[in-house]
């Protein structure tokens, strides 16, 4: 303000004498957005006062009514088995308050007096402070939300699933902010179709160009949730088998039995078929044991109940499916059908556990007083020299073999 003007603005005090010339003093100072205020009622000055004691008391009265209201939601909370509750309930302390404070503003502001204008801009402020709480309230719930997750089973598997947990959490809260200032623009009177318009162009244009980059992370996202395998565990993905070695956001990566490595990105790996072998809680003993032609029937009975007793004479062996059965006469064999299962979800503890059963079968085939059968094929020879000609029979037995 220059020298002329507050020598002006002095003598104007000087020559007004009533209160109604100081108001109009006052009036001819203030800017334009500030004379909106002045109704029916109160005069200016007593209107500035009494919406400033209005704005003491709803602060004041909101806090009181905001730690109340956390009072008696946590009584409610704290006999919930879960934690996420009662951590929500302390993050909203500043949106309740606020909440409770432009309830108190509402209801108290008809008593100042406003005229048209003056309520419309009040209006439009408490239409726009509510949405400023509801978005705030929703922010807080959001870190509250990636906390439980982390804390989580799932999101203590691995660090690729913590830190997709906190890109989530930030691309949460991105998105509520935007919508929160959106949400508060429009409730002032602003327009903001222009805004949602070019969003939604810019949104459209990054989805496009990152279409890959998408498809992975909610691949990412998929194998977080469903979880058809861990990292260390053992799997076949279709046409290798492997060791997980790390899940990433973008790729998995296998470590293949020749020790190379194997990546591929989890949009492919979430539309692939997995097998896991670690998720197995028992493994399986499968094969076929061939007897020699010459074993007897009383033999043959005693291979069989030899090997079903070493079978269920093993600790890790699952009782309620052991099959030895005498299965076929083969073309030179006489097969025994053997299938088990063991529980156990090793697979070095398995082999073990295979060999050993194996060599007791050796055994049991070899108390018995056979032996294991191999593939043989008898040739006659049929022509026209005498059936006891010692030189047609010498190179029959050596064609037979």
Request: aromatic share 8%; proline share 3%.
């Amino acid at each position: 303000m220059s020298c002329n003007r507050v020598g002006r603005s002095l003598a104007g005090m000087l020559v007004y004498g009533d209160d109604t010339s100081l108001e109009q003093w006052v009036r001819d100072q203030l800017p334009e957005v500030v004379l909106v205020m002045p109704g029916a009622g109160l005069g200016l000055l007593g209107q500035w006062i009494a919406l400033s004691l209005l704005l003491l008391s709803a602060v004041a009265i909101g806090w009181g009514l905001g730690w109340i209201t956390r009072r008696l939601l946590l009584i409610v909370t704290r006999r919930t088995r879960v934690t996420w509750d009662d951590a929500v309930v302390h993050r909203i302390r500043g949106p309740l308050a606020l909440g409770w404070g432009l309830i108190v503003i509402y209801v108290l502001v008809p008593s100042v007096g406003l005229d048209a204008r003056a309520a419309d801009l009040v209006g439009r402020t408490l239409r726009a402070a509510a949405a400023a709480a509801l978005f705030w309230a929703l922010w807080r719930g959001v870190d509250v939300l990636s906390e439980a997750f982390r804390s989580s089973r799932m999101g203590q598997a691995s660090a690729s699933t913590r830190s997709l947990i906190f890109i989530g959490a930030r691309l949460g809260k991105a998105a509520v902010g935007v919508i929160g200032v959106v949400t508060g623009l429009s409730a002032l009177g602003y327009p903001v179709a222009g805004v949602l318009a070019g969003l939604g162009i810019g949104g459209l244009a990054i989805a496009l160009a990152a279409q890959k980059t998408v498809e992975n992370l909610f691949g990412s996202v998929a194998l977080a949730l469903d979880q058809p395998f861990r990292v260390g565990d053992f799997v076949r993905v279709e046409d290798f088998v492997g060791t997980v070695e790390e899940v990433g956001l973008r790729s998995t990566r296998f470590r293949t039995l020749d020790r190379t490595l194997v990546s591929i990105p989890n949009g492919r790996v979430a539309d692939m078929r997995l097998e896991s072998f670690s998720a197995r809680d028992r493994m399986r003993l499968a094969c076929t044991i061939g007897l020699v032609y010459g074993t007897t029937g009383a033999q043959t009975r005693s291979v069989l109940a030899g090997l079903e007793r070493v079978l269920r004479a093993h600790p890790k062996i699952w009782a309620d499916a052991v099959v030895v059965r005498f299965k076929e006469l083969g073309a030179s064999s006489l097969d025994i059908e053997v299938m088990a299962w063991f529980e156990t979800p090793d697979w070095s503890e398995f082999q073990l556990i295979r060999q050993e059963v194996l060599l007791q079968f050796i055994e049991v085939v070899e108390n018995a007083g056979t032996s294991f059968a191999f593939p043989t094929r008898t040739v006659h020879l049929v022509g026209t020299e005498p059936a006891n000609d010692p030189a047609h029979a010498s190179s029959r037995a050596a064609l037979t073999r």
